[in-house]
């Protein structure tokens, strides 16, 4: 067998969960982990025969793949804001509408001349938000909370991986009052309803973790809530709040900032035209 069998074998077997240029894309990038492979390097070996003892490998990987598993758990690995992290099934696989916020808020912080401060990342899962910030804000200190030990265990390891210092807080926001101040607060809490579960692609159903997904029907805005009252005690003066949103939410978030007291909110779309992201001055 060569090469551009195993990728159409890839696109066939791969049909109930992946089209055909997610297939080939899945294909491309498992040899660019295997391999070490480019794109182009991977397009123009296709006509090269592949190694008995090595044909056991890609095929193991395109199992796993048929179940649905995403790629990104199989190697876990994934990239976010230019840098590698560790992602497993106790970790959502970081999203590109959360790069967006990542750019957004070190924009507006550049824009304002804010070099240093402290920042606190609520909900940090594999601890991309607060690592990416870190690596671009070196002059803030960074802290990042999550309720779950084990995500905790893969953001402490991306931090080390990428050699930034990360304070970690083991904690739920629900409950949490701690005693620290920030200059600005970001978060990406669970927000997604859960009657919009039949809009979910099944391997994220299947794969990520719900708590880390989904609030109730009946009050979609807990996290929301609850970091903004966080918010209210533990941001300074003229301190800043982030949040990446349930697109369908954006005028109630706003109304309920707008309620607690929060100035110079600003709604914003992502790239794919959908509300996305808050930001809001104490």
């Keep these: 067998m060569n090469f551009k069998e195993l990728r159409d074998l890839f696109i066939s077997e791969g049909a109930e969960f992946y089209n055909q240029e997610e297939a080939s894309a899945l294909f491309y990038r498992m040899l660019d982990q295997l391999l070490g492979w480019s794109r182009t390097k991977a397009m123009t070996s296709l006509d090269t025969d592949i190694e008995a003892s090595d044909l056991p490998k890609y095929l193991e990987v395109l199992e796993k793949l048929k179940t649905g598993k995403p790629i990104q758990y199989i190697f876990e690995e ?3 804001y ?15 509408e959360t790069e967006e916020l990542v750019y957004w808020i070190i924009e507006e912080l550049k824009g304002a001349n804010r070099n240093e401060g402290s920042l606190l990342d609520i909900g940090t899962g594999s601890g ?5 910030l870190k690596k671009s804000l070196d002059g803030f200190h960074v802290s990042a909370l999550d309720v779950s030990v ?4 893969v953001a402490q390891y991306n931090a080390a991986m990428n050699k930034v210092v990360v304070n970690f807080i083991e904690a739920d926001i629900l409950l949490y009052s701690g005693t ?3 200059d600005l607060i970001v978060s990406n809490p669970p927000y997604i309803k859960e009657d919009e579960k039949p809009e979910m692609h099944e391997n994220v159903l299947a794969h990520e973790p719900h708590r880390a997904l ?6 979609p805005l807990i996290f929301y809530k609850a970091i903004a009252n966080f918010a209210l005690v533990h941001l300074n003066p003229q301190g800043l709040l982030f949040f990446e949103i349930n697109e369908y939410l954006g005028k109630e978030t706003v109304e309920m900032l707008e309620f607690k007291g929060f100035t110079r909110i600003t709604l914003k779309k992502d790239m794919q035209g959908k509300d996305r992201m808050v930001s809001c001055m104490r």
């Design 82 to 96: 230019g840098f590698p992290f560790k992602v497993n099934s106790a970790v959502l696989i970081p999203r590109p």
């Design 214 to 219: 989904f609030v109730s029907n009946e009050n």
């Design 128 to 132: 991309c938000i607060a690592v990416a």
């Design 180 to 182: 620290e101040s920030f």
């Design 150 to 153: 084990d995500a905790l265990e």
């Design 78 to 80: 994934t990239w976010f």
